[in-house]
Protein backbone atom coordinates (compact mmCIF):
# COMPACT_ATOMS: atom_id res chain seq x y z
CA UNK A 1 0.00 0.00 0.00
CA UNK A 2 1.50 3.43 -0.81
CA UNK A 3 0.21 6.28 0.09
CA UNK A 4 0.37 10.03 0.28
CA UNK A 5 1.20 11.18 3.59
CA UNK A 6 0.18 14.35 5.31
CA UNK A 7 -1.04 15.92 9.06
CA UNK A 8 -4.04 13.63 10.02
CA UNK A 9 -3.94 11.03 7.40
CA UNK A 10 -2.87 7.01 8.75
CA UNK A 11 -1.04 5.16 6.34
CA UNK A 12 -0.12 2.10 7.92
CA UNK A 13 -2.51 -0.71 7.64
CA UNK A 14 -0.20 -2.34 10.68
CA UNK A 15 -2.46 -2.52 13.97
CA UNK A 16 -2.03 -0.78 17.09
CA UNK A 17 -0.61 -3.62 18.97
CA UNK A 18 2.50 -3.95 16.13
CA UNK A 19 3.52 -0.51 15.87
CA UNK A 20 6.78 0.20 17.17
CA UNK A 21 6.95 4.23 15.96
CA UNK A 22 4.06 6.38 15.58
CA UNK A 23 4.26 9.88 14.55
CA UNK A 24 1.36 12.48 14.38
CA UNK A 25 1.60 15.53 13.31
CA UNK A 26 5.49 15.77 13.81
CA UNK A 27 6.55 19.04 13.40
CA UNK A 28 9.76 21.43 14.21
CA UNK A 29 10.65 24.82 13.41
CA UNK A 30 14.40 26.30 14.43
CA UNK A 31 15.07 29.48 15.10
CA UNK A 32 16.63 31.44 11.83
CA UNK A 33 20.43 32.50 12.10
CA UNK A 34 20.78 36.02 11.81
CA UNK A 35 23.40 37.90 10.73
CA UNK A 36 25.16 40.62 12.90
CA UNK A 37 23.86 43.70 11.03
CA UNK A 38 20.09 42.14 11.40
CA UNK A 39 20.51 41.64 14.81
CA UNK A 40 21.22 44.88 15.25
CA UNK A 41 18.73 46.38 13.43
CA UNK A 42 15.35 44.50 14.78
CA UNK A 43 17.31 42.88 18.18
CA UNK A 44 13.83 41.33 19.02
CA UNK A 45 12.67 40.01 15.68
CA UNK A 46 12.96 36.39 15.15
CA UNK A 47 11.79 33.91 12.09
CA UNK A 48 11.78 30.88 12.17
CA UNK A 49 12.85 27.73 9.70
CA UNK A 50 10.40 25.09 9.51
CA UNK A 51 12.53 22.11 9.61
CA UNK A 52 9.16 18.93 9.90
CA UNK A 53 5.83 19.91 9.12
CA UNK A 54 3.53 17.77 10.40
CA UNK A 55 4.68 14.43 9.92
CA UNK A 56 2.57 11.15 10.67
CA UNK A 57 3.40 7.88 9.86
CA UNK A 58 3.42 4.40 11.60
CA UNK A 59 6.45 2.22 11.59
CA UNK A 60 5.78 -1.81 12.43
CA UNK A 61 7.26 -3.95 14.88
CA UNK A 62 10.51 -5.68 13.19
CA UNK A 63 10.47 -3.74 9.79
CA UNK A 64 13.18 -1.88 8.48
CA UNK A 65 11.90 1.44 7.21
CA UNK A 66 14.20 3.87 4.83
CA UNK A 67 13.83 8.12 4.71
CA UNK A 68 14.98 9.50 1.84
CA UNK A 69 15.36 12.60 1.30
CA UNK A 70 17.84 15.83 0.48
CA UNK A 71 19.90 17.66 3.02
CA UNK A 72 18.22 19.72 4.77
CA UNK A 73 14.50 17.41 4.21
CA UNK A 74 14.50 16.99 7.72
CA UNK A 75 15.75 13.54 8.08
CA UNK A 76 18.19 14.31 11.28
CA UNK A 77 15.73 16.27 13.01
CA UNK A 78 13.00 13.60 12.60
CA UNK A 79 15.46 11.22 13.98
CA UNK A 80 16.85 13.32 17.18
CA UNK A 81 13.33 14.33 18.43
CA UNK A 82 12.88 9.98 18.40
CA UNK A 83 16.32 9.90 19.96
CA UNK A 84 14.64 12.93 22.53
CA UNK A 85 17.53 14.94 21.59
CA UNK A 86 15.18 17.80 20.23
CA UNK A 87 11.96 18.25 21.62
CA UNK A 88 8.94 18.34 19.11
CA UNK A 89 7.18 21.74 18.74
CA UNK A 90 3.52 19.78 18.05
CA UNK A 91 2.42 16.40 17.50
CA UNK A 92 3.45 13.59 18.80
CA UNK A 93 6.04 10.46 18.54
CA UNK A 94 5.45 7.32 20.22
CA UNK A 95 8.51 4.69 20.46
CA UNK A 96 7.09 1.04 21.57
CA UNK A 97 4.22 2.83 23.46
CA UNK A 98 6.19 5.59 25.05
CA UNK A 99 6.09 9.27 24.27
CA UNK A 100 9.20 11.09 23.17
CA UNK A 101 8.20 13.94 25.35
CA UNK A 102 6.65 12.49 28.33
CA UNK A 103 8.34 9.70 29.07
CA UNK A 104 12.08 10.31 27.25
CA UNK A 105 13.49 8.21 29.88
CA UNK A 106 11.45 4.84 29.11
CA UNK A 107 12.04 6.17 25.51
CA UNK A 108 15.80 5.66 26.00
CA UNK A 109 15.80 2.42 26.88
CA UNK A 110 13.89 0.67 23.71
CA UNK A 111 15.28 3.02 20.68
CA UNK A 112 19.01 3.94 20.22
CA UNK A 113 20.79 6.13 17.67
CA UNK A 114 23.34 4.85 15.59
CA UNK A 115 25.79 8.05 16.12
CA UNK A 116 27.24 7.59 12.57
CA UNK A 117 30.15 10.32 13.42
CA UNK A 118 33.04 7.83 13.90
CA UNK A 119 34.75 10.51 16.43
CA UNK A 120 31.79 9.64 18.68
CA UNK A 121 33.91 6.58 19.95
CA UNK A 122 36.74 6.98 22.23
CA UNK A 123 40.09 6.60 19.71
CA UNK A 124 42.25 6.23 22.40
CA UNK A 125 41.24 3.18 23.68
CA UNK A 126 40.16 -0.15 22.80
CA UNK A 127 36.99 -1.36 20.84
CA UNK A 128 36.31 -3.40 24.27
CA UNK A 129 37.35 -1.03 26.42
CA UNK A 130 34.66 1.56 24.17
CA UNK A 131 32.17 -1.14 24.56
CA UNK A 132 32.59 -1.47 28.36
CA UNK A 133 32.25 2.15 29.04
CA UNK A 134 28.58 2.12 26.60
CA UNK A 135 27.45 -1.67 28.41
CA UNK A 136 27.96 0.26 32.22
CA UNK A 137 26.32 3.37 30.61
CA UNK A 138 23.58 0.81 29.54
CA UNK A 139 23.58 -0.19 33.20
CA UNK A 140 24.54 -3.68 32.37
CA UNK A 141 27.09 -4.98 34.78
CA UNK A 142 29.86 -7.96 36.00
CA UNK A 143 30.35 -11.00 33.69
CA UNK A 144 26.71 -10.86 31.57
CA UNK A 145 28.25 -7.04 30.55
CA UNK A 146 31.49 -8.74 29.58
CA UNK A 147 29.66 -11.63 28.10
CA UNK A 148 27.45 -8.92 25.93
CA UNK A 149 30.37 -6.93 24.70
CA UNK A 150 32.20 -9.94 23.55
CA UNK A 151 28.83 -11.44 22.09
CA UNK A 152 28.39 -7.93 20.04
CA UNK A 153 31.87 -7.75 18.85
CA UNK A 154 32.06 -11.27 17.57
CA UNK A 155 28.75 -10.24 15.51
CA UNK A 156 30.44 -7.31 13.98
CA UNK A 157 33.11 -9.54 13.23
CA UNK A 158 35.57 -7.55 15.80
CA UNK A 159 36.66 -9.97 17.60
CA UNK A 160 40.58 -9.74 15.93
CA UNK A 161 40.59 -6.45 16.97
CA UNK A 162 38.81 -6.39 20.13
CA UNK A 163 41.96 -4.74 22.17
CA UNK A 164 43.50 -2.72 19.67
CA UNK A 165 43.30 1.38 19.76
CA UNK A 166 39.93 2.50 17.58
CA UNK A 167 42.54 5.13 16.31
CA UNK A 168 44.16 2.19 14.15
CA UNK A 169 40.59 1.12 12.94
CA UNK A 170 39.24 1.65 9.22
CA UNK A 171 35.51 3.57 8.32
CA UNK A 172 34.36 0.62 7.92
CA UNK A 173 35.50 -1.26 11.20
CA UNK A 174 34.18 2.09 13.03
CA UNK A 175 31.03 2.04 11.56
CA UNK A 176 30.48 -1.42 12.40
CA UNK A 177 31.79 -0.45 16.62
CA UNK A 178 29.36 2.22 16.76
CA UNK A 179 26.47 -0.24 15.53
CA UNK A 180 27.66 -2.79 18.17
CA UNK A 181 28.07 -0.24 20.66
CA UNK A 182 24.38 0.53 20.09
CA UNK A 183 22.94 -2.92 20.42
CA UNK A 184 24.26 -3.30 23.99
CA UNK A 185 21.25 -1.39 24.99
CA UNK A 186 19.38 -4.09 23.09
CA UNK A 187 17.08 -1.28 21.64
CA UNK A 188 13.36 -2.45 20.08
CA UNK A 189 13.96 0.15 17.45
CA UNK A 190 17.65 1.45 16.07
CA UNK A 191 17.63 4.97 14.43
CA UNK A 192 20.74 4.77 11.32
CA UNK A 193 21.77 8.08 9.88
CA UNK A 194 23.72 7.82 6.66
CA UNK A 195 25.61 4.86 7.88
CA UNK A 196 27.32 3.79 4.80
CA UNK A 197 28.62 8.20 4.11
CA UNK A 198 31.73 7.30 4.37
CA UNK A 199 32.54 4.28 3.37
CA UNK A 200 33.81 2.85 0.44
CA UNK A 201 31.51 0.81 -1.95
CA UNK A 202 32.92 -2.53 -0.70
CA UNK A 203 32.49 -1.90 2.65
CA UNK A 204 29.05 -0.02 2.16
CA UNK A 205 27.81 -3.59 0.25
CA UNK A 206 29.17 -5.57 3.45
CA UNK A 207 27.86 -3.31 5.83
CA UNK A 208 24.43 -3.00 4.15
CA UNK A 209 24.60 -6.67 4.18
CA UNK A 210 25.31 -6.76 8.27
CA UNK A 211 22.63 -4.56 8.86
CA UNK A 212 20.02 -6.23 6.97
CA UNK A 213 20.85 -10.08 7.67
CA UNK A 214 22.45 -9.59 11.57
CA UNK A 215 21.02 -6.43 12.80
CA UNK A 216 17.30 -6.37 11.59
CA UNK A 217 16.60 -10.48 10.69
CA UNK A 218 18.58 -12.01 13.51
CA UNK A 219 18.47 -9.22 16.29
CA UNK A 220 14.66 -8.52 15.38
CA UNK A 221 15.07 -4.47 15.58
CA UNK A 222 12.94 -2.56 13.48
CA UNK A 223 15.39 -0.08 11.96
CA UNK A 224 14.81 3.47 10.38
CA UNK A 225 17.50 4.15 7.94
CA UNK A 226 17.95 7.60 6.95
CA UNK A 227 19.58 7.83 3.60
CA UNK A 228 20.51 10.06 0.41
CA UNK A 229 20.80 7.12 -1.95
CA UNK A 230 17.79 5.71 -3.52
CA UNK A 231 19.36 2.25 -4.30
CA UNK A 232 20.63 1.61 -0.45
CA UNK A 233 16.95 2.33 0.58
CA UNK A 234 15.50 0.15 -2.05
CA UNK A 235 18.21 -2.33 -1.45
CA UNK A 236 17.39 -2.91 1.71
CA UNK A 237 13.96 -1.26 3.23
CA UNK A 238 10.52 -2.99 3.09
CA UNK A 239 8.73 0.72 2.98
CA UNK A 240 10.28 3.39 2.14
CA UNK A 241 9.08 7.26 3.21
CA UNK A 242 9.98 10.39 1.55
CA UNK A 243 10.76 13.63 2.88
CA UNK A 244 10.85 16.74 1.07
CA UNK A 245 11.46 20.51 2.88
CA UNK A 246 10.17 18.99 6.03
CA UNK A 247 6.74 17.30 4.91
CA UNK A 248 6.33 13.32 4.67
CA UNK A 249 5.47 13.31 0.73
CA UNK A 250 5.08 9.48 0.27
CA UNK A 251 5.36 6.22 2.11
CA UNK A 252 5.03 3.14 0.60
CA UNK A 253 6.30 -0.64 0.36
CA UNK A 254 9.42 -0.22 -1.33
CA UNK A 255 8.95 -2.20 -4.43
CA UNK A 256 5.49 -0.73 -5.31
CA UNK A 257 7.41 2.94 -4.69
CA UNK A 258 10.13 1.54 -6.80
CA UNK A 259 7.68 0.16 -9.67
CA UNK A 260 6.69 3.83 -9.61
CA UNK A 261 9.61 5.92 -9.50
CA UNK A 262 11.99 3.91 -10.02
CA UNK A 263 12.10 0.83 -12.38
CA UNK A 264 10.81 2.82 -15.11
CA UNK A 265 13.54 4.49 -16.62
CA UNK A 266 16.13 2.53 -18.63
CA UNK A 267 18.98 2.27 -21.17
CA UNK A 268 18.88 0.46 -24.18
CA UNK A 269 22.03 0.05 -27.17
CA UNK A 270 21.09 -0.01 -30.55
CA UNK A 271 22.56 -0.36 -34.02
CA UNK A 272 21.35 2.15 -35.89
CA UNK A 273 21.74 6.09 -36.24
CA UNK A 274 19.57 8.43 -33.79
CA UNK A 275 16.07 9.03 -35.49
CA UNK A 276 15.88 5.29 -36.78
CA UNK A 277 16.23 4.06 -32.99
CA UNK A 278 13.87 6.58 -32.02
CA UNK A 279 11.52 5.25 -34.54
CA UNK A 280 12.18 1.67 -33.84
CA UNK A 281 11.06 2.57 -29.97
CA UNK A 282 8.06 4.27 -30.83
CA UNK A 283 6.78 1.61 -33.08
CA UNK A 284 7.10 -0.50 -30.09
CA UNK A 285 4.21 1.20 -28.31
CA UNK A 286 5.36 0.44 -25.37
CA UNK A 287 8.16 3.27 -24.65
CA UNK A 288 6.92 6.25 -22.79
CA UNK A 289 9.27 9.66 -22.91
CA UNK A 290 12.40 8.86 -25.08
CA UNK A 291 15.35 11.16 -24.65
CA UNK A 292 17.92 12.05 -27.49
CA UNK A 293 19.91 9.67 -28.44
CA UNK A 294 23.67 9.54 -27.51
CA UNK A 295 25.93 8.15 -30.23
CA UNK A 296 28.25 5.16 -29.36
CA UNK A 297 31.00 3.41 -31.23
CA UNK A 298 30.94 1.81 -34.45
CA UNK A 299 27.42 2.11 -34.98
CA UNK A 300 25.65 2.29 -32.13
CA UNK A 301 23.64 4.67 -30.30
CA UNK A 302 22.11 4.47 -26.18
CA UNK A 303 18.88 5.51 -26.14
CA UNK A 304 17.46 6.66 -22.32
CA UNK A 305 13.78 6.16 -22.40
CA UNK A 306 10.65 5.38 -19.63
CA UNK A 307 9.38 2.09 -20.46
CA UNK A 308 6.24 1.54 -17.94
CA UNK A 309 5.71 -1.27 -16.55
CA UNK A 310 8.94 -2.37 -15.16
CA UNK A 311 11.38 -5.22 -16.40
CA UNK A 312 8.78 -7.55 -18.14
CA UNK A 313 7.54 -4.31 -20.25
CA UNK A 314 11.46 -3.64 -20.72
CA UNK A 315 11.57 -7.18 -21.78
CA UNK A 316 8.65 -6.92 -24.03
CA UNK A 317 10.56 -4.03 -25.59
CA UNK A 318 13.67 -5.80 -26.17
CA UNK A 319 11.40 -8.76 -28.19
CA UNK A 320 9.42 -6.29 -30.19
CA UNK A 321 13.11 -4.51 -31.03
CA UNK A 322 13.70 -8.06 -32.52
CA UNK A 323 10.66 -8.78 -34.21
CA UNK A 324 11.65 -5.60 -36.04
CA UNK A 325 15.14 -6.76 -36.38
CA UNK A 326 16.81 -4.09 -35.30
CA UNK A 327 19.84 -5.06 -32.93
CA UNK A 328 19.89 -4.61 -29.35
CA UNK A 329 23.31 -5.13 -27.25
CA UNK A 330 22.43 -4.12 -24.22
CA UNK A 331 19.36 -3.09 -22.18
CA UNK A 332 19.64 -2.00 -18.66
CA UNK A 333 17.79 -0.22 -15.94
CA UNK A 334 19.06 3.25 -14.63
CA UNK A 335 19.98 3.42 -11.20
CA UNK A 336 18.04 6.45 -9.75
CA UNK A 337 19.38 9.32 -8.20
CA UNK A 338 17.75 11.19 -5.17
CA UNK A 339 17.15 14.12 -7.39
CA UNK A 340 15.55 12.34 -10.07
CA UNK A 341 13.67 9.94 -7.20
CA UNK A 342 12.64 13.30 -5.53
CA UNK A 343 11.07 14.85 -8.75
CA UNK A 344 9.16 11.78 -9.36
CA UNK A 345 7.82 11.20 -6.09
CA UNK A 346 6.92 15.02 -6.13
CA UNK A 347 5.54 14.66 -9.27
CA UNK A 348 3.02 11.34 -8.41
CA UNK A 349 2.21 12.27 -4.96
CA UNK A 350 2.66 15.81 -4.06
CA UNK A 351 2.15 17.85 -7.33
CA UNK A 352 2.08 21.16 -4.94
CA UNK A 353 4.03 20.43 -2.19
CA UNK A 354 6.76 22.98 -3.86
CA UNK A 355 3.99 25.71 -3.05
CA UNK B 1 28.17 4.93 40.69
CA UNK B 2 29.11 2.15 38.78
CA UNK B 3 28.58 4.27 35.54
CA UNK B 4 30.74 6.91 36.92
CA UNK B 5 33.58 4.66 38.22
CA UNK B 6 32.79 3.38 34.11
CA UNK B 7 33.14 6.90 33.19
CA UNK B 8 36.09 7.70 35.14
CA UNK B 9 37.99 4.51 33.98
CA UNK B 10 37.72 5.35 30.29
CA UNK B 11 39.26 9.25 31.20
CA UNK B 12 41.83 7.05 33.12
CA UNK B 13 42.84 4.52 29.74
CA UNK B 14 42.69 7.10 27.19
CA UNK B 15 45.04 9.75 29.57
CA UNK B 16 47.26 6.92 30.13
CA UNK B 17 47.77 5.80 26.76
CA UNK B 18 49.30 9.16 26.07
CA UNK B 19 52.72 7.82 27.89
CA UNK B 20 55.44 10.18 27.32
CA UNK B 21 52.92 13.07 28.38
CA UNK B 22 52.44 11.27 31.77
CA UNK B 23 55.48 11.32 32.31
CA UNK B 24 56.13 14.31 31.58
CA UNK B 25 53.42 16.14 33.35
CA UNK B 26 54.52 14.53 36.72
CA UNK B 27 58.30 14.83 36.16
CA UNK B 28 57.29 18.87 35.63
CA UNK B 29 55.16 19.11 38.81
CA UNK B 30 58.53 18.03 40.65
CA UNK B 31 60.82 19.98 38.75
CA UNK B 32 58.51 22.45 39.23
CA UNK B 33 58.67 22.77 43.38
CA UNK B 34 62.29 23.34 42.92
CA UNK B 35 62.27 27.23 42.09
CA UNK B 36 59.71 27.40 44.41
CA UNK B 37 61.52 25.72 47.45
CA UNK B 38 64.85 28.31 46.57
CA UNK B 39 62.75 31.63 46.29
CA UNK B 40 60.57 30.56 49.80
CA UNK B 41 63.75 29.58 51.37
CA UNK B 42 65.29 33.19 50.71
CA UNK B 43 61.61 34.89 51.77
CA UNK B 44 61.55 33.04 54.91
CA UNK B 45 62.32 35.73 57.31
CA UNK B 46 60.26 38.53 55.96
CA UNK B 47 57.66 35.97 55.27
CA UNK B 48 56.99 33.85 58.33
CA UNK B 49 55.42 36.73 60.40
CA UNK B 50 53.03 37.47 57.55
CA UNK B 51 51.79 34.03 57.20
CA UNK B 52 51.48 33.63 61.27
CA UNK B 53 48.17 31.21 61.83
CA UNK B 54 48.77 29.33 58.63
CA UNK B 55 51.44 27.87 59.23
CA UNK B 56 55.08 29.25 60.23
CA UNK B 57 57.23 27.73 56.97
CA UNK B 58 56.56 29.97 53.65
CA UNK B 59 57.59 26.89 51.47
CA UNK B 60 55.06 24.72 52.63
CA UNK B 61 51.81 27.60 52.81
CA UNK B 62 52.87 28.19 49.07
CA UNK B 63 52.79 24.33 47.72
CA UNK B 64 49.98 23.98 49.87
CA UNK B 65 48.45 26.97 47.84
CA UNK B 66 49.64 25.91 44.48
CA UNK B 67 48.30 21.95 45.04
CA UNK B 68 45.02 23.59 45.71
CA UNK B 69 44.96 25.67 42.79
CA UNK B 70 46.10 22.84 40.91
CA UNK B 71 42.68 20.92 42.13
CA UNK B 72 40.36 23.87 41.60
CA UNK B 73 41.56 24.67 38.23
CA UNK B 74 40.39 21.00 37.51
CA UNK B 75 36.83 21.41 38.97
CA UNK B 76 35.86 24.56 37.32
CA UNK B 77 36.97 23.28 33.78
CA UNK B 78 37.04 19.47 33.38
CA UNK B 79 33.03 20.16 32.72
CA UNK B 80 33.05 22.87 30.40
CA UNK B 81 36.06 21.12 28.56
CA UNK B 82 34.58 18.16 27.91
CA UNK B 83 30.90 19.25 26.99
CA UNK B 84 32.84 21.12 24.45
CA UNK B 85 34.61 18.37 22.72
CA UNK B 86 31.97 15.86 23.73
CA UNK B 87 29.37 18.36 21.42
CA UNK B 88 31.80 18.15 18.63
CA UNK B 89 32.51 14.77 18.24
CA UNK B 90 29.20 13.47 19.01
CA UNK B 91 30.22 12.03 22.62
CA UNK B 92 27.92 13.56 24.74
CA UNK B 93 24.65 13.03 22.36
CA UNK B 94 25.89 9.55 22.19
CA UNK B 95 25.85 9.32 26.01
CA UNK B 96 22.59 11.40 26.50
CA UNK B 97 20.72 8.86 24.11
CA UNK B 98 22.08 5.92 27.10
CA UNK B 99 19.72 5.72 29.87
CA UNK B 100 22.19 7.40 32.17
CA UNK B 101 20.67 10.59 34.18
CA UNK B 102 22.55 13.96 33.55
CA UNK B 103 24.05 14.36 36.95
CA UNK B 104 25.49 10.81 36.82
CA UNK B 105 26.89 11.64 33.47
CA UNK B 106 28.30 15.20 34.86
CA UNK B 107 29.79 13.24 38.03
CA UNK B 108 31.61 10.57 35.35
CA UNK B 109 32.59 13.18 33.24
CA UNK B 110 34.56 15.72 35.85
CA UNK B 111 35.59 12.06 37.56
CA UNK B 112 38.50 11.49 36.01
CA UNK B 113 40.40 15.16 35.85
CA UNK B 114 39.30 15.80 39.53
CA UNK B 115 41.00 12.65 40.90
CA UNK B 116 43.93 13.13 38.46
CA UNK B 117 44.46 16.82 39.75
CA UNK B 118 44.45 15.49 43.13
CA UNK B 119 47.00 12.97 42.48
CA UNK B 120 48.92 16.18 40.93
CA UNK B 121 48.38 17.71 44.02
CA UNK B 122 49.88 14.49 46.23
CA UNK B 123 52.61 14.59 43.72
CA UNK B 124 53.39 18.50 44.51
CA UNK B 125 52.73 18.12 48.23
CA UNK B 126 55.65 14.60 48.12
CA UNK B 127 58.13 16.58 46.27
CA UNK B 128 57.53 19.69 48.63
CA UNK B 129 58.34 16.92 51.66
CA UNK B 130 61.38 15.79 49.94
CA UNK B 131 62.40 19.44 49.94
CA UNK B 132 62.00 19.86 53.79
CA UNK B 133 58.36 21.12 54.02
CA UNK B 134 56.79 20.88 57.35
CA UNK B 135 53.44 19.04 56.19
CA UNK B 136 51.13 17.12 59.11
CA UNK B 137 50.76 13.90 56.89
CA UNK B 138 49.39 12.19 59.41
CA UNK B 139 46.13 14.87 59.52
CA UNK B 140 45.59 13.71 55.46
CA UNK B 141 42.67 11.75 56.49
CA UNK B 142 41.43 15.06 58.60
CA UNK B 143 41.95 17.27 55.56
CA UNK B 144 39.82 14.97 53.45
CA UNK B 145 36.25 16.63 54.20
CA UNK B 146 37.67 20.06 53.43
CA UNK B 147 39.15 19.22 50.29
CA UNK B 148 35.38 17.38 49.69
CA UNK B 149 34.17 20.73 50.29
CA UNK B 150 36.48 23.08 48.35
CA UNK B 151 35.61 20.27 45.08
CA UNK B 152 31.95 20.51 45.95
CA UNK B 153 31.84 24.70 46.13
CA UNK B 154 33.86 25.09 42.57
CA UNK B 155 32.09 22.05 40.70
CA UNK B 156 29.22 24.06 40.49
CA UNK B 157 30.82 26.86 38.62
CA UNK B 158 31.81 24.44 36.18
CA UNK B 159 28.14 23.08 35.87
CA UNK B 160 26.83 26.53 35.37
CA UNK B 161 30.23 26.85 32.82
CA UNK B 162 29.17 23.72 31.33
CA UNK B 163 25.48 24.92 30.62
CA UNK B 164 26.73 27.77 28.85
CA UNK B 165 28.86 25.46 26.34
CA UNK B 166 25.48 23.73 26.19
CA UNK B 167 23.15 26.40 25.24
CA UNK B 168 25.71 28.69 23.48
CA UNK B 169 28.82 26.89 22.64
CA UNK B 170 31.22 28.83 25.15
CA UNK B 171 31.79 28.46 28.52
CA UNK B 172 31.71 32.20 28.70
CA UNK B 173 34.30 34.66 31.20
CA UNK B 174 33.10 32.69 35.24
CA UNK B 175 35.72 29.90 35.10
CA UNK B 176 38.06 31.96 34.00
CA UNK B 177 37.09 34.93 36.44
CA UNK B 178 36.90 32.55 39.35
CA UNK B 179 40.20 31.38 38.63
CA UNK B 180 41.82 34.67 38.36
CA UNK B 181 40.09 35.84 41.67
CA UNK B 182 41.18 32.63 43.19
CA UNK B 183 44.60 32.79 42.70
CA UNK B 184 44.81 36.59 43.79
CA UNK B 185 42.53 37.04 46.11
CA UNK B 186 41.94 33.49 47.62
CA UNK B 187 45.49 33.10 49.82
CA UNK B 188 47.73 31.06 47.18
CA UNK B 189 51.05 32.93 47.38
CA UNK B 190 50.24 35.23 50.62
CA UNK B 191 47.11 35.50 53.49
CA UNK B 192 44.12 37.04 52.37
CA UNK B 193 44.77 39.47 55.64
CA UNK B 194 47.50 41.24 53.91
CA UNK B 195 45.55 42.45 51.00
CA UNK B 196 44.13 45.98 51.08
CA UNK B 197 40.90 46.25 52.68
CA UNK B 198 38.99 47.42 49.84
CA UNK B 199 39.48 44.68 47.94
CA UNK B 200 39.74 41.95 50.66
CA UNK B 201 35.44 42.12 50.48
CA UNK B 202 36.26 40.42 47.64
CA UNK B 203 38.59 37.80 48.57
CA UNK B 204 35.59 37.26 51.41
CA UNK B 205 33.40 35.81 48.40
CA UNK B 206 36.15 33.47 47.01
CA UNK B 207 35.56 30.09 48.70
CA UNK B 208 38.97 29.01 48.01
CA UNK B 209 39.41 31.69 51.14
CA UNK B 210 37.82 29.75 53.31
CA UNK B 211 39.26 26.27 51.61
CA UNK B 212 42.99 27.42 51.94
CA UNK B 213 42.70 28.76 55.74
CA UNK B 214 41.37 25.23 56.65
CA UNK B 215 43.60 23.39 54.64
CA UNK B 216 46.40 24.99 56.29
CA UNK B 217 45.40 25.08 59.68
CA UNK B 218 44.87 21.24 59.62
CA UNK B 219 48.01 19.97 57.16
CA UNK B 220 50.44 22.77 58.12
CA UNK B 221 49.32 23.99 61.94
CA UNK B 222 47.78 20.30 62.83
CA UNK B 223 44.76 21.50 64.29
CA UNK B 224 41.90 19.54 64.49
CA UNK B 225 38.75 19.72 62.04
CA UNK B 226 36.85 21.31 65.25
CA UNK B 227 39.37 24.30 64.79
CA UNK B 228 38.25 24.85 61.02
CA UNK B 229 34.58 24.44 61.75
CA UNK B 230 33.69 28.21 60.51
CA UNK B 231 35.69 27.63 57.42
CA UNK B 232 33.49 24.41 56.94
CA UNK B 233 30.33 26.25 57.33
CA UNK B 234 30.93 28.78 55.13
CA UNK B 235 32.16 26.58 52.01
CA UNK B 236 29.48 24.04 52.77
CA UNK B 237 27.18 27.16 51.70
CA UNK B 238 28.75 27.92 48.81
CA UNK B 239 28.46 24.35 48.29
CA UNK B 240 24.94 24.34 48.49
CA UNK B 241 24.14 27.83 46.95
CA UNK B 242 25.97 27.30 44.24
CA UNK B 243 24.75 23.43 43.48
CA UNK B 244 21.32 25.10 43.39
CA UNK B 245 22.17 27.71 40.99
CA UNK B 246 24.30 24.77 38.99
CA UNK B 247 21.18 22.43 38.82
CA UNK B 248 19.00 25.00 37.72
CA UNK B 249 20.82 26.80 34.79
CA UNK B 250 22.26 23.07 33.41
CA UNK B 251 18.37 22.12 33.61
CA UNK B 252 17.30 25.47 31.82
CA UNK B 253 20.80 24.76 29.01
CA UNK B 254 19.36 21.37 28.86
CA UNK B 255 15.95 22.84 27.83
CA UNK B 256 16.87 25.19 25.89
CA UNK B 257 19.61 23.58 24.04
CA UNK B 258 16.85 20.18 23.18
CA UNK B 259 14.81 22.62 22.10
CA UNK B 260 16.71 25.16 19.60
CA UNK B 261 17.82 21.99 19.12
CA UNK B 262 21.95 22.37 19.58
CA UNK B 263 21.91 20.06 22.23
CA UNK B 264 23.69 17.79 19.17
CA UNK B 265 25.00 20.14 16.86
CA UNK B 266 28.29 19.95 15.86
Same mark, same amino acid.
Given at each position: ??????????????????????????????????????????????????????????????????????????????????????????????????????????????????????????????????????????????????????????????????????????????????????????????????????????? &? %? +??? *??? =???????????? $??? @??????????????????????????????????????????????????????????????????????????????????????????????? &? %? +??? *??? =???????????? $??? @??????????? | ??????????????????????????????????????????????????????????????????????????????????????????????????????????????????????????????????????????????????????????????????????????????????????????????????????????????????????????????????????????????????????????????????????????
Amino acid at each position: MTSVASAGVTLSSSTASSTAVSLRGLSKSFAKRRGWRELIRRPFHSEVVPALREVTCDIRSGEFFGLLGANGAGKTTLFKMLATLVTPDEGTAIICGHDVRRDPDRVRRVLAPVIADERSLNWRISARENMRLYAALNGLRGAHASERVDELLRLVELTDAVDRQVAGFSSGMKQRLLVARTLLANPQVLLLDEPTRSLDPLS &A %R +AFR *RFL =REDVAIRHGCTV $LLA @THSADEAFDLCDRVGVLHKGRLIAVGATSELASIVAEERYSIWIQADGPTAVKALEATRLAGRIESPADEPNGWVRVDLEIPGGINAAADVVAAL &A %R +ANV *RVA =RCERLALSLADL $LER @TLHHYAPNANA | MHKIGALIRAGWLAATSYRFGVVMSFASLIVGVIPVYFVTQALQSTMSTVIAGEGDQFFAFIVVGMSSLTLISATLYALPTALQTGTSTGTIEAMLATPTGVPTLLAGLAGYDVLYALLRATVVLLAATVLGAHLAWDRILTVAPVLALVILAHIPIGVIAAAMVLAFRTPGPLPQLVFMLSTFLGGVYYPTKVIPGAVRVISDFVPLTYGLKAIRKVLLEGKPLTAVSHELLVLAGFAAVLAVIGALSFQAALRYARRAGTLAQY
